[in-house]
Antibody
Framework: QVQLVESGGGLVKPGGSLRLSCAAS????????MSWIRQSPGKGLECVSY????????NYADSVRGRFTLSRDNAKNSLYLQMNSLRAEDTAVYYC?????????WGQGTLVTVSS | EIVMTQSPATLSVSPGERATLSCRAS??????LAWYQQKPGQAPRLLIY???TRATGIPARFSGSGSGTEFTLTISSLQSEDFAVYSC?????????FGQGTKLEIK
């Protein structure tokens, strides 16, 4: 069965950095679009970024463009989100998901808290 | 960015009754609309995509309709496990955007 397991969340000070990872299994990762979606109490669900199967194209929400970098390693069935210059408004549960439009498969989420 | 507006914010319905939830897009999203159910502490669960197609394993009491800017999720006879938060999402234009959710509570 499809499994998506996020890691790397935690508490970070404003201006700091974190790298989220997602380990995927149960499907052909290298054939799949992958995305990160976040959820915060204030803003609800927000699509952060997605990447094409080969990694040749990536799209970002305006709120994170220039600060976050999405990448993948198809040999390791893994997805990564490098988050720099973190702000309080980046505080959220970050979900790794398979796909980029309507989402059938979600990870359990990892909490990122940006606070001094 | 397309803004998705859901109504009502909270809906109180008795078990066995019908629930009707609405979602409006600020511009046309054609039929590129999904509905999700979310329970506390869980990730969202896909119910409906392409406005009216039920996802795998979703009971027939869930149905979706609409196109363009107006959409509806109907739950024909509420079961106890259906009380949750429901969100719509458009995936016609990036950034794909979600509504703020409708909380369906027991009356």
């Amino acid at each position: 069965q499809v499994q998506l397991v996020e890691s790397g969340g935690g508490l970070v000070k404003p201006g700091g950095s974190l790298r989220l990872s997602c380990a995927a299994s149960g499907f052909t990762f290298s054939d799949s679009y992958m995305s990160w979606i976040r959820q915060s109490p204030g803003k609800g669900l927000e699509c952060v970024s997605y990447i094409t199967p080969s990694g040749s194209a990536i799209n970002y929400a305006d709120s994170v463009r220039g600060r976050f970098t999405l990448s993948r390693d198809n040999a390791k069935n893994s997805l990564y989100l490098q988050m720099n210059s973190l702000r309080a408004e980046d505080t959220a549960v970050y979900y790794c998901v398979r796909g980029h439009s309507h989402i059938h498969y979600w990870g359990q989420g990892t909490l990122v808290t940006v606070s001094s | 960015e397309i803004v998705m507006t859901q109504s009502p914010a909270t809906l109180s319905v008795s078990p066995g009754e019908r629930a009707t939830l609405s979602c409006r897009a600020s511009q046309s999203v054609r039929s590129n609309l999904a509905w999700y159910q979310q329970k506390p502490g869980q990730a969202p669960r896909l119910l409906i995509y392409d406005a009216s197609t039920r996802a795998t394993g979703i009971p027939a009491r869930f149905s979706g309709s609409g196109s363009g800017t107006e959409f509806t999720l109907t739950i024909s006879s509420l079961q106890s496990e259906d009380f949750a938060v429901y969100s719509c999402q458009q995936y016609n234009n990036w950034p794909y955007t979600f509504g703020q959710g409708t909380k369906l509570e027991i009356k």
